[in-house]
Structures are given as C-alpha cells and as structure tokens.
C-alpha cells in the first residue's frame, strides 16, 4: 500500500512504467462539509464524558462542530497563505 499526492512542490510525478506494476485508484479530498462531519463527530464523542458533568456539562455538547470549523478554517488560511512551492528560495 503506498500514497502519494500529486506533482508539484517538492513532489516529483511517478514513472508510468512504476506504476504499471501496481493497482491505482483515486480517492478525491473529501469537500468542506464532509471534513466538518467528520471531525465533529469524532470530537462529539471524545467530549461525551464531560457532558455528564454538573456545572459545564452543557458548554461541552456543541464543542465539536465549533472546534472542527474553526480548525478547518485556520487550516485553508495556512494553505492559502503558505503555498508548498516559495516565490523565492532566498
């Protein structure tokens, strides 16, 4: 099993002849939408604990999907600000 990303930055494209001795499939970036499930779920269910509690137990059972949003959106501002290839090497 092996992955790779496309061609670009410090990427270079694989050899046709490589990658004929291999079975290949694609698997497309899952869009915004499905990333905010996704991870909101999973931070869901890691907060479920503190949700029992008597003082904050409210405050924790929206935490996830705010926590998942704003981790997504700070992610596309480093991507967009900090693309892989620099201008200039100096």
């Known amino acids: 099993m092996a992955a790779c990303g496309p061609p670009g930055g410090a990427r270079n494209p694989m050899d046709p002849r490589f990658v004929s001795l291999f079975n290949v499939f694609n698997i ?6 499905s990333l905010n499930r996704i991870f909101a779920t ?14 904050d137990g409210d405050f924790f059972k929206g935490c996830g999907k705010i926590f998942s949003e704003c981790t ?10 900090m693309p892989p290839t620099p201008t200039r090497f100096h």
């Open 72 to 81: 997504l959106k700070l992610y596309q501002s480093l991507v967009a600000a």
């Open 42 to 55: 999973i931070l869901d269910s890691h907060f479920t604990p503190f949700t029992s509690l008597p003082k």
């Open 28 to 33: 497309p970036f899952p869009s915004d939408e």
